[in-house]
């Protein structure tokens, strides 16, 4: 018979610690995996593309001097409804469109048509008149060159021989053509250049009339440009242009117009990313983070124009890095894919161009970009024409049934904040330290 000792023994410490503790894993909380919450949605739906509107009777166009009838928010709110702000809309998305996973050497220039050649000779020639206009010393100045009113005055005697080789044989109808084309350049009065004057670009290839015809009718109505025209007309006509532009602008130092300063897009340019998005759309390798990749810059930059643009405002930036003077394009590299980046192209193109009263304000409309019934007229409320501007660049519109006269030289938001030309600055600092790289900003 066991005694009492042996059985204290066995109910002791070391009897104790063999005992299995119990499970108390189901007394803990459990664990599950955080979820990132989703972003929150874009209220504004994406943009999609109108139908084209039918042509005009013939009968019932005349040439007309392009005048600016966006003169308040009212005008504005009135061309917004328009069927004219529907014929745009449709006809930039419509080249948008064509361009979609194209690259620009796909394009072969044997295949390009007479009107696409006879642009790209024009603009050849334009190049030429720059040639000829080398810029004033102006001791540093880092503000529109003054010798860029010489270039536009040379551009302009050639104009109408230009709309000639178009096919444009009445007077009225190169004059109204040639409006448009002179307004591609800049401003003459403020030598400024932003979105609204690369819109004019778009909308003189639209009303330019084809060759062996003398109506007043554009290439697309008289189907002459075809759809499948329009990725040469893009990727080869609108890039050559882009390229002189930015001659144009590294020239004489083209101060921007509007610019939102650091936190803008681009200082001057908007559409090579709304085109160059688009034929990066199923791109296989290249994502909107390969912006920040050099290698990639310079391997496919020559066929995507995102890519060239981007590569393009890295080299006229005196400080490195996209984060410090693009914050938005930066932002805009951590999206999933170029869905995204289109489509919010396309909203920034109806909210920011066409939307923006400062930037509509300043456009032309005539007879083939016709305003809508209703709308003001520059005689009529006594405000000057887009070329009559006085010196200083003086800007009347009507707000709320007032003249409101704005000069570029304060911090009115009318038309913006009257800056100098980035790529000046970059080009003096280079010229002064013999700098041919970019500074970096010392905590980078």
């Known amino acids: 018979?066991?005694?009492?000792?042996?059985?204290?023994?066995?109910?002791?410490?070391?009897?104790?610690?063999?005992?299995?503790?119990?499970?108390?894993?189901?007394?803990?909380?459990?664990?599950?995996?955080?979820?990132?919450?989703?972003?929150p949605s874009n209220p504004q739906p994406v943009p999609s593309t109108p139908r084209l509107p039918p042509p005009p009777e013939r009968s019932s166009l005349a040439s007309t001097h392009p005048t600016r009838r966006i003169?308040?928010?009212?005008?504005?709110?009135?061309?917004?409804?328009?069927?004219?702000?529907?014929l745009l809309l449709s006809f930039v998305f419509t080249l948008t469109e064509s361009v979609q996973d194209k690259k620009i050497s796909d394009i072969r220039k044997e295949d390009l048509s007479p009107v696409v050649r006879c642009i790209l000779e024009i603009?050849?020639?334009v190049e030429e008149c720059l040639n000829s206009c080398p810029p004033e010393?102006?001791?540093?100045?880092?503000f529109g060159n003054?010798?860029?009113?010489?270039?536009?005055?040379?551009?302009?005697?050639?104009?109408?021989?230009?709309?000639?080789?178009?096919?444009i044989e009445d007077g009225g109808a190169r004059e109204e053509a040639g409006t448009y084309f002179m307004q591609t350049f800049g401003n003459r009065t403020r030598i400024d250049y932003g979105s609204g004057?690369?819109?004019?670009?778009?909308?003189?290839?639209?009303?330019?009339?084809?060759?062996?015809?003398?109506?007043?009718?554009?290439?697309?109505?008289?189907?002459?440009?075809?759809?499948?025209?329009?990725?040469?007309?893009?990727?080869i006509a609108f890039t050559r242009y882009l390229h002189l532009m930015?001659?144009?602008?590294?020239?004489?130092?083209?101060?921007?117009?509007?610019?939102?300063?650091?936190?803008?897009?681009?200082?001057?340019?908007?559409?090579?990313?709304?085109f160059g998005s688009s034929q990066l759309l199923h791109h296989p390798y290249i994502r909107p983070l390969s912006i920040h990749n050099n290698l990639i810059l310079e391997e496919e930059g020559n066929d995507y124009m995102y890519l060239d643009q981007v590569r393009f405002v890295e080299s006229v930036k005196n400080v490195k890095g996209l984060r410090w003077h693009s914050p938005m394009l930066d932002d805009i590299s951590a999206a999933k894919g170029w869905e995204k980046v289109e489509a919010g192209?396309?909203?920034?193109?109806?909210?920011?161009?066409?939307?923006?009263?400062?930037?509509?304000?300043?456009?032309?409309?005539?007879?083939?970009?016709?305003?809508?019934?209703?709308?003001?007229?520059?005689?009529?409320?006594?405000?000057?024409?887009?070329?009559?501007?006085?010196?200083?660049?003086?800007?009347?519109?009507?707000?709320?049934?007032?003249?409101?006269?704005?000069?570029?030289?304060?911090?009115?938001?009318?038309?913006?904040?009257?800056?100098p030309s980035s790529i000046g600055a970059a080009q003096e600092m280079r010229k002064r330290g013999g700098q041919e790289g970019l500074r970096r900003v010392p905590f980078d």
């Open 1 to 39: 018979m066991p005694s009492s000792v042996d059985a204290a023994s066995r109910d002791g410490p070391a009897s104790k610690m063999s005992q299995k503790p119990s499970d108390l894993s189901a007394k803990l909380p459990r664990l599950t995996p955080r979820r990132r919450a989703p972003p």
């Open 71 to 86: 003169l308040s928010p009212r005008d504005h709110q009135l061309f917004l409804a328009s069927d004219t702000y529907t």
């Open 123 to 125: 603009l050849d020639e």
């Open 137 to 142: 010393d102006q001791g540093g100045s880092r």
């Open 146 to 167: 003054p010798a860029f009113k010489d270039f536009l005055d040379k551009v302009g005697e050639a104009s109408d021989d230009w709309q000639r080789r178009l096919g």
């Open 197 to 235: 004057h690369e819109l004019n670009f778009m909308v003189w290839l639209f009303v330019s009339p084809p060759q062996r015809s003398s109506d007043l009718l554009c290439l697309y109505q008289l189907h002459l440009l075809t759809p499948p025209d329009f990725p040469s007309l893009i990727l």
């Open 246 to 274: 930015r001659l144009i602008q590294t020239t004489y130092y083209l101060e921007p117009a509007g610019s939102h300063g650091v936190w803008g897009l681009d200082d001057y340019q908007f559409l090579p990313f709304l």
């Open 345 to 419: 192209m396309r909203r920034m193109f109806v909210a920011e161009v066409l939307g923006k009263l400062p930037v509509m304000q300043h456009f032309l409309f005539g007879s083939l970009v016709p305003a809508v019934e209703g709308m003001s007229k520059e005689e009529e409320v006594g405000v000057p024409s887009e070329e009559e501007e006085t010196e200083g660049g003086e800007v009347v519109v009507m707000q709320d049934g007032m003249k409101h006269v704005h000069q570029n030289t304060g911090w009115g938001d009318c038309c913006g904040i009257k800056v």
